[in-house]
């Protein structure tokens, strides 16, 4: 059965109709390198799709390197999927070294996405798992072998996940053109990419590139006026500060879905593992950049740490990416988007402090509480269903983006100042010397899992727990 969207929204309504919904029907001219997994739907409410972790001679930046690809794109296929339906991704590692998926952010047992699970150079896996309701959002998919993290990544391997829900098929939704945006930078060397260096195991490593969909600066040129853009950050390490000349951002989503109503922001923080979705109402015609910002999140030079010193990127800003607007009519915003439910620990429920670190030597080590990652032992033992407050305090120098699997969380401060809107979340930065308080569902699922930074240099250099609910 194969419906046209333009059939979708006639028979919409009727409920069965939602899981023929073609995956690849929304985007009307992707940006960049950025391709879309192939999915069989053959019965109600199943997916199924192929991945392979594959080293391949890729298109990056205008030219063609060897990367380490899934389905040998660069960034991996995007996948889309409804709320409801069940998955299954059908994992073969081509890879020389052991790799495993794990899904960014999706609410999924950590049975099913394990961190913990090796799949061995020529294995095949099936992830199977069914995608929540009320988790339409963006995630995304990449390695989590601990200790090789970091190159797996920075060598190509992530890719989008689109969940689809009921709002999205809104009037008010279905009026913008929508893109995915993956912010992900690379540095080339000798045909493939750039090893990392003593210092690149400090800071986690940045590309010399910022490449936005696998390129460097490209052109997205809209037919309509209203953009819905879905921003992923799949960098080891560096941080984006977005602004778009001209333009206010509406914030419509975070890292888990939606928002209560869309926020209105000039600029927009994305660190590493963090997304956001934003509406865009072009002014006029013109060409707007989206810029990168310059922001300090504090890293090493030789002889110890600086703030602002040395890094040229620091400094500077940066094009992005540029957006040819042929501007017609000025369309409205929607004004409510979805419930959020606020989660509000009691005065009875359990508090954890996590304390952050870096050790005093470069590179000799990244903790938590005063420990490296030890996958045998258990930091958090948390009961199913409670609703917990945890406060991540930072007291290292550079900043680090503290990041949970399988429970989405909300912040609900920031040194003491209440969070301005209900968001839900699965990474959030934690400056030098912040303390961020957040309220933990442990819901659903039993089972173990970790959280960690997301530098995943730092992750890799062992500032990672294990939860175990
Ligand atoms: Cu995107 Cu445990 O990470
Ligand atoms: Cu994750
Ligand atoms: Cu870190």
């Known amino acids: 059965m194969e419906l046209t969207r333009r059939d979708v929204l006639k028979l919409a309504g ?22 879309y997994l192939p999915i069989r739907r053959l019965q109600p409410g199943r997916a199924e799709a192929e991945l392979i972790a594959m080293p391949a001679l890729a298109s990056v930046a205008g030219t063609t390197a060897n990367l380490w690809t899934y389905n040998g794109t660069f960034p991996g296929p995007v996948l889309v999927v409804r709320e409801g339906e069940r998955v299954r991704v059908r994992f073969r590692n081509r890879l020389s070294e052991p790799t495993n998926v794990h899904w960014h952010g999706l609410h999924i047992p950590p049975s099913v996405d394990d961190p913990f699970l090796m799949v061995a150079p020529g294995e095949t896996v099936d992830y199977e798992f069914v995608i929540p309701n009320g988790s339409a959002g963006t995630y995304w998919y990449h390695p989590h072998v601990h200790g090789r993290v970091a190159q797996q990544l920075f060598a190509g391997l992530a890719g989008a996940v689109v969940v689809k829900g009921p709002m999205d098929y809104s009037r008010e939704l279905r009026r913008a053109e929508e893109y995915t945006l993956v912010f992900k930078d690379i540095t080339l060397a000798a045909g493939g990419v750039a090893a990392h260096t003593p210092f690149d195991w400090m800071n986690g490593k940045e590309g010399e590139l910022l490449l936005v969909n696998g390129a460097l600066q490209p052109t997205l040129s809209p037919r309509r006026s209203l953009l819905r853009l879905r921003l992923l950050n799949a960098s080891n390490a560096r941080y984006y500060r977005l ?3 001209g333009h206010d951002l509406h914030l419509i989503a975070t890292d888990g879905g939606l928002l209560a109503a869309p926020v209105a922001v000039p600029e927009l923080l994305l660190a590493p593992g963090e997304r956001s979705e934003v509406l865009v109402q072009l002014q006029g015609v013109g060409e707007f950049r989206l810029l990168n910002l310059p922001y300090d999140r504090g890293t090493a030079m030789m002889g110890g740490m600086h703030r602002n010193a040395g890094r040229g990127t620091l400094a500077t800003t940066q094009t992005l990416l540029t957006i040819s607007s042929s501007g017609v009519a000025r369309p409205t915003l929607p004004r409510r988007l979805c419930v959020v439910e606020a989660l509000a620990p009691g005065a009875a429920s359990v508090r954890r402090r996590l304390v952050l670190s870096e050790g005093m030597m470069m590179g000799t080590g ?68 912040e303390i961020v308080r957040l309220a933990v569902a442990l819901r659903d699922f039993v089972g173990r899992t970790v959280f960690h930074c997301h530098i995943v240099e730092h992750e890799d250099r062992g500032m990672m727990g294990v939860l175990a609910v």
Not at 399 to 428: C, I, M
């Open 243 to 245: 602004s778009l000349e």
């Open 14 to 35: 009727g409920a069965i109709v939602a899981s023929y919904v073609p995956a690849v029907a929304i985007e009307r001219s992707p940006v960049g390198y950025l391709s």
């Open 366 to 433: 990244f903790f938590i509480n005063g420990k490296t990652f030890d996958p045998s032992r258990t930091d958090i033992a948390g009961r199913l269903g409670d609703v917990e407050l945890w406060e991540i305090e930072n007291r290292g120098r550079m900043d680090h983006p503290f990041h949970l699997h399988t429970y989405p969380f909300q912040v609900l401060s920031r040194n003491g100042v209440p969070e301005p809107f209900v968001a839900w979340k699965d990474v959030v930065n934690v400056r030098a010397g």
